[in-house]
């Protein structure tokens, strides 16, 4: 066989490999588990980072004060150090109607060593804790709660004994590139860490940080924020760190928690992956070549070895690449139906993984130049750049 065919039945090889050995990644059926109401609801604090978020919150805020919840609840949303009002815009919304108490504070800007969202939800779990909350609620700024969202996450915690329980929001795909691009950011956090897995005891660790319940005694074992202060990527770190304290962990898709952020064109969406593309890659020079060379083999070597195989009338490359680039776009289809979405971005799925290669490049580029993980204003260096031996031990 020729090279080009060779390279398609590696395509090949490997995407039936991730058809049926990697946890079954596409499938869309991880859902909150089977739960039963508990006879006394656990308190619950809802802590909310936000940083200039006063374009969104009136979207999203007036769902958690509107939580229909049947124990104690109360929420306290985070000022990280906002220039367009958003904690004053916070007030006004809770003051407008009845529904849970909402207390807003600021925390000024974060000491060295901290990202600026984890030491907001520190100053919040802190005032939260005066409390003496069974549970805390993670939230986003830009996630919407449907009213009864708060009481099925607790209900699942308490019913099945789960330490932590995060649901991948649903985000916003209306714009021509959301429609193209963010069906496939969830579909490819999927393939990194299967839900199954993840929902396996003591197997892969993982979180959506939009939406986490975490018992207030596992946060406390786990040192949490204070062992993941540096963490850029901070759900997934978050849940590592529940799961190496002995925590049980749980995520799946959410039916009843939507993000309201858009990212209306491919800049907006590029600067959001691009960001923390390079972290996630623990900024090694070895797996961002390895990354590009897997993405390459993945997604990119199906259309281009059928196109070869066909203008070469090499048959073995054709149809190698033809049936690797079907089983490539059969297993995105479930994630699509579940965003709603026609199913013309299927076989598109190897052009948006170069958007994704292109990303991750470009967030490599960005960390050489000295800009590193730069989000609303802020910009943070590799971990070991700015932190002492005590923040090394934590990572």
Known sequence: MSVVAWIAVGSLAVWMWLLLGQGLFWRTDQRLPPRTDPADWPSVAVVVPARDEAAVLPMSLPSLLAQDYPGDAEIFLVDDGSTDGTGELAGALAARGRGLPLTVVSPGEP????????????????????????????????????????????????????????????????????????????????????????????????????????????????????????????????????????????????????????????????????????????????????????????????PVTLVAGLRSHDAPAAWAGGLAWLVMAGTYLPMLRYYRQSLWPAPLLPFTALLYLLMTVDSAVQHYRGRGAAWKGRTYARPERNAGPEAARDH
């Not at 609620?137 to 915690?157: G, K, Q």
């Not at 579909?187 to 939009?210: E, K």
């Open 111 to 302: 000491p060295a060593g901290w990202t600026g969202k984890l030491w907001a939800l520190r100053y919040g779990i802190e005032l939260a804790r005066a409390h003496e909350p069974e549970y805390l609620l993670l939230t986003d700024a830009d996630i919407a709660h449907e009213p009864d969202s708060l009481r099925e996450l607790v209900s699942a915690a308490v019913s099945c004994d789960l330490d932590l329980v995060s649901q991948m929001a649903r985000l916003r795909v209306a714009s021509l590139w959301e429609r193209l691009v963010v069906p496939a950011f969830v579909y490819f956090f999927a393939q990194l860490y299967p839900f199954r897995w993840v929902n396996r005891p003591g197997a892969t660790a993982a979180a959506a940080g939009g939406c986490v319940l975490l018992r207030t005694a596992a946060a406390e074992r786990a040192r949490i924020p204070d062992s993941i202060r540096q963490a850029v990527i901070d759900d997934v770190s978050l849940a590592r760190a529940v799961q190496r304290s002995g925590g049980r962990i749980w995520l799946g898709l959410a039916e009843r928690v939507d993000s309201v952020r858009p990212y209306p064109g491919l800049g907006d969406l590029w600067r959001m992956i691009s960001r923390s593309a390079y972290a996630q890659l623990r900024h090694n020079v070895l797996l961002l070549l390895g990354t590009v060379l897997g993405l390459a083999l993945i997604y990119l070597a199906p």
